[in-house]
Every structure is written in C-alpha cells, then in structure tokens.
C-alpha cells in the first residue's frame, strides 16, 4: 500500500514540471511583442519597456524560468499588471465563490446522477431507463450558459424566487450564501449529471449481469439491497473515475457559469485577465488549476486501492 502511494505520488512530479514549463512559456508563445500588446497601441517606448522589464522578457528565458519556479515554491506567482497586486493575493480573494461553486454543484451532481444511472440498469428498457437517459442525453448536449438563462427567466425573472446574478460570502449567513449559489450550481450540474448517469447505468448493467448477483437473488435478497450494497460497490470504480475527471469538466464549466451569473470567483478573474492580456495572473491560475487536477487525480487513484485492493498490486 505504501510503495503504491509513494509511486503514485512520484509519478506527479514530471507531471507538475511540463505543466509549469507549459505555464510560463504562456508568455512567450503570444504571438507579437506581449510588452507591446498590453501597453496598447497609443503606449510610449517608455512604458513597453517598462512593462518588458517586469514580465521579465529583457532576460534569457530558461533564467527566467528558473527564477520564476523559485518564486513559485515560495508561494510567489508575480504580480499583475494592471492592479500592481500580488497574483496569490487577487486568487485567494476569489477562491471562495469558485469552490462554493464547485463544491455544491458535485454535491447535486452526485447526488441526483448516481442514484438515477442505479435505478435506469434496474429497469433497463423500461420507460423509466428510456426517460433518465433522455434526461442524460438533454443536459448533456445544451450548452452551460443556455441552461443558465434560461434557469434565470423562469426562477428569478419570473417567479422572482431567487436572486438574478451576484454572491454572498458565507460569512453573511447561509441563507442569502445558499440562494446566490443554487442557480448556478443547478445550471453547471446538468452536464456533470449526464455524464455521471451514463457511467453509472453501464456499469451497473456490467455488475448486475454476474453471477454473484444472481446468487444474492437466489438466496432471497431483497432488490434494493442488491443494487446498492452489493451491485452499486463492485460498480464504484468506474464511477469514481468519472467523477473525478468530471472535475476538469466543473473548472471550465466554472468560467461561463460565473460569466452568466456574474460570480466573482476565478472563472471571472481569468476572464478579466485574458481580456486585459494580464499574464502573470493567467499563469497563476492556470497553474493553480493544474496542481488541484493533478492533486485530484492522484487521491481518486488512492481511492481506488480502498475499493478495489487489487490495484495495489
């Protein structure tokens, strides 16, 4: 067990150094001069240079690198731009509307997804099955910012029954913390649902046909305890694993959600950055974004030696 952790955890490290390499080579792969796109057309040769000064690009680029990773291991990812703000700085301001987010749309995801693909392999080609996959194959083909338009006329517009866009931090009280963030959550759930249901379904159809499953009915077990204490278990791996890849699907999901819904978490921050060409918070982020995918993966691989020892070996 512990080799498989250790492996596992080693194996991240090349990982993490081509995405950070990727990360700041960002910078260089623009295509111009980027001094000179971010200082704007009417910018003095003054201020470009000043601006080539603080991205660094009067310097050779693997020093560059290497100091900008030393930084980065010291919790330092630059300054922007345009706010003279440290990066770390303006992304932990915006952290918390971005993981409410996240957090509450896997909370609704799994919970309605899981239970849906269980119950449609139980009654495969009945009606039931028939509709949870049309529901599946709905929310997985409209777009995030289509649903979240059309949640905003009905619930808020029309029925005036939350709020139109905006957040409230948790530390304002739940209930007004709660409201901002259900449309939203509601909105960016509908594709992870489908996706979560469609795996579920099939890989409990897989697990229903075995023979054990056939040998608990045989003794009498009762249908539900089948499905969801024996059946839904031996099917968990696959599920996991699409939950966690899912979570890819949430951060760039997260950007247009908080667009529409006017969040202001790191979906906007990002946003805002790319418009105003602020490299140094695009690097930030997306290597934030990165290292948590990263890290994500490599619990769901831990994961899955508490649900199937077998991978250990």
Partial sequence: MLNFVLRRMVSTIPVMVFVAFFVFSLLYLAPGDPAALIAGDQASAAEIERIRMTLGLDRPMPLRFIEWVGNVLQGDLGTSIFSQLPVSTLIAQRLEPTLSLMALTLLISVSIAVPMGVLAAARQGTWIDRAAMGIAVFGFSVPVFVIGYLLNYVFAIRLDLLPVQGYKPLAEGFGP????????????????????????????????????????????????????????????????????????????????????????????????????????????????????????????DLVYTVLDPRVRY
């Fill in 177 to 300: 913390y709660i409201r901002n963030l259900i449309l939203p959550a509601v909105a960016l759930s509908c594709v992870y649902v489908a996706l979560i249901a469609r795996i579920t379904r099939t890989a409990m159809i897989d697990v229903l046909g075995q023979d054990y499953i056939r040998t608990a009915r045989a003794k009498g077990l009762g249908q539900w305890p089948i499905l969801f204490l024996h059946a839904l278990k031996n099917a968990s791996v696959p599920i996991v694993t699409v939950i966690g890849l899912g979570i890819a699907m949430l951060i760039g999901g997260a950007v247009v959600t908080e667009t529409v819904f006017a969040i202001p978490g790191i979906g906007r921050l990002v946003v805002d950055a790319i418009l105003r060409r602020d490299y140094p918070i695009i690097q930030g982020v997306v290597l934030i974004f990165s290292l948590g995918y990263v890290l994500i993966n490599l619990c769901i």
